[in-house]
């Protein structure tokens, strides 16, 4: 890709006509400028004439280059919003999306009425859901688990920089563990949550968009696509407390056969919730009532 000059060599290049002459979309080309400049949104309306100097011209346009080469917006400038919270972001973890966000509401429903209430959120990466359910809920108790050290050390860093460190729960316990574990068997909770790797082995979107940057073991359990939804599910009834709920996030068409796992391992009136898109996003139960 040709770097961005002006039609006279002599004039200085502005904010402006950077992004006049980008071939990303707006938003994402605002973004990656505003990120370069430390400035705010609406700046690049007030400022949009000013020369800007060359270190950063040459900074965006090679954030340019990458993103018109694939690489995603929140690894470029290492940060994307989830549930109202700045996370940071690395290649090393699953960027979080909005429609995750469904599941996070989902089990906030699923402790209202319970007092400190002890969540395990299973693969965690960036910490985005145990960290939106922590920081909403100040009294919920909160473990985390995932099998990748990298991601473990994203996720610590969001934690500690995203949480009160006096909420009443107290810190997220942050625990590397393929699923349950090396968790402490005497552990019970109210409320399991987890946003597992559930693409089948070949499926064409590995391959596609955002997905070629993100850290495979986190999309895809190289099999059908449910196998860890199994595993998740199998192993739940022994770490749930009485009338304790489980909820997984699946693919657009896994919703039956989730719903159907759920109901094998005793989980009353298993049912799906849909996205904001009609999909089927998220499946879960209440273990025996």
């Known amino acids: 890709m040709m770097p961005v000059t002006p039609a006279n060599p002599a004039a200085p290049v502005t904010s402006g006509a950077l992004l006049r002459a980008s071939p990303l979309p ?59 919270l700045d996370f940071e972001v690395t290649p090393h973890v699953l960027i979080p999306r909005p429609e995750t966000e469904l599941l996070v509401e989902t089990a906030l429903t699923a402790m209202e009425d319970i007092s400190r209430p002890r969540v395990l959120d299973l693969g965690t990466g960036t910490g985005a859901i145990a960290v939106a359910i922590a920081s909403t809920r100040p009294d919920a108790q909160v473990w985390a688990l995932d099998r990748s050290a990298e991601a473990l050390a994203v996720a610590t860093r969001n934690a500690a920089r995203l949480l009160d460190v006096k909420r009443p729960g107290g810190a997220v316990a942050l625990t590397q563990s393929d699923w349950y574990d090396s968790l402490d068997p005497a552990l019970r909770f109210d409320v399991i949550v987890s946003n597992p790797p559930y693409i089948a082995s070949g499926d064409p979107h ?38 304790g709920v489980l909820w997984i996030e699946h693919g657009y068409d896994q919703a039956e056969a989730v719903r159907e796992l759920l109901t094998a391992q005793g989980f009353a009136q298993a049912r799906s919730e849909r996205d904001l898109a009609g999909i089927e996003r998220i499946s879960g139960g209440r273990l025996g009532g």
């Not at 400022?47 to 060359?54: A, C, I, K, Q, T």
């Not at 968009?209 to 860890?228: N, V, Y």
């Open 26 to 84: 707006p938003l994402e080309a605002r973004i990656l400028l505003t990120h370069v400049l430390g400035w705010r949104h609406t700046q690049l309306i007030t400022r949009s004439d000013e020369p800007l100097d060359g270190a950063s011209v040459a900074r965006y346009q090679a954030l340019e280059a990458r993103r018109v080469a694939g690489e995603p917006v929140a690894q470029l400038v290492g940060a994307r919003e989830f549930f109202g």
């Open 206 to 243: 590995l391959s596609e968009g955002d997905l070629r940057f993100e850290p495979r073991g986190a999309l895809t359990d190289e099999a059908d696509g449910l196998s860890a939804i199994r595993a998740i599910v199998t192993g739940a009834p022994a770490r749930l407390a009485a009338n």
